[in-house]
């Protein structure tokens, strides 16, 4: 519908962030964080042919990422039908699929609240983590902000959004609380396996030394410290790892919108066709309203794991 600005619209903190292109590291991370889980894990493994040792199951690797962005950005930037629309067919997904316990041999429903709270925290606090770590412009409420609008998203894969926590403090307690249950189970290892080198066309071989090692390498060095515990490999200092996103951040913001938003699946360019050239999500438009707003302060220390 022309004119609808979906879920969040370009006022919302969602709007400015998901358009960072930081989000790509920030999702590696989540990836490394999600597998720490031993039925989240069982889950994705038992029901992906992504780890399966085939031609097809290679391909379909590459082809999760890209569907995991672009329901991102359709709920992000997508009208309020099409976001609908996304949310209806993964919980229609997830309602299919089932998997087994490795530790105790019962059988599970993806759907599982737990699981779904699991995955849905530790990719939206991964997000939060990685911009704001990278020198994106937040401020202590902007962050709070955020985490309240993701019960929005929160919703759309199954979640009573009234049991989602919807500020850096309720984050906190909810990582905390889950901390023990989390493993190095075989799974883990897999998934460690795979963002670590993922199967690759020949041709492409190259790029994966030179561009993904790293990009996998930041975002494994931007876990917890618990997480490099469980997975059992140092990372660099926090000082270091934190200098290297904000020049990665640097570096990949000075790329062009124009040119960073060409590229699959352009839910952006389509959301400013429909709404106007003054939607365009940018972090001076953050910077601008805590100013107006509360002064600028940006948070203090982490704000959550």
């Known amino acids: 519908m022309a004119g609808d600005p979906g879920l969040f619209g370009p006022r919302s903190v969602t709007w400015q962030m998901h358009g960072d292109p930081m989000m790509w590291i920030a999702g590696v991370r989540a990836l490394y964080l999600q597998a720490l889980h031993p039925r989240a894990v069982a889950g994705v493994i038992q029901n992906s042919a992504a780890f399966q040792k085939n031609t097809r199951g290679r391909r379909d690797a590459w082809g999760r990422l890209m569907r995991t962005a672009n329901f991102v950005g359709t709920v992000t930037y ?32 993806i759907d599982d609240p737990e699981l779904l709270l699991w995955v849905h925290c530790a990719e ?34 199954g979640l009573d959004p009234e049991r989602v926590p919807g500020d850096r403090a309720g984050y906190a307690a909810y990582f905390a609380s889950v901390r023990p249950r989390l493993d190095l189970t075989r799974g883990a290892r897999q998934v460690d396996a795979f963002l670590r080198r993922p199967p690759t066309p020949a041709p492409l071989v190259p790029a994966r030394a030179l561009v993904w090692h790293r990009v996998a390498a930041l975002a494994y060095g931007a876990l917890p410290s618990y997480a490099h515990d469980l997975y059992g490999r140092p990372a660099p200092r926090p000082a270091t790892v934190t200098r290297r996103l904000r020049a990665t951040g640097r570096l990949l913001r000075a790329i062009p919108p124009s040119v960073r938003w060409r590229l699959p699946p352009r839910h952006i360019l389509r959301a400013v066709e429909r709404l106007g050239p003054g939607t365009r999500p940018a972090p001076y438009k953050l910077r601008r309203a805590a100013a107006i707003l509360d002064g600028g302060e940006g948070p203090q220390g982490e704000p959550y794991h």
Do not use: C, I, K, N
């Open 78 to 109: 997508g009208t309020t039908a099409a976001a609908e629309r996304a949310g209806a067919g993964v919980r229609g997904l997830h309602r299919r699929l089932s998997a087994v316990d490795t530790a105790t041999g019962e059988r599970f429903r």
């Open 124 to 157: 939206v606090a991964s997000y939060l983590h990685v911009l704001w770590r990278s020198g994106f412009p937040l401020t202590a409420a902007q962050a709070d902000a955020y985490l309240d609008e993701q019960r929005t998203s929160a919703r759309l894969v």
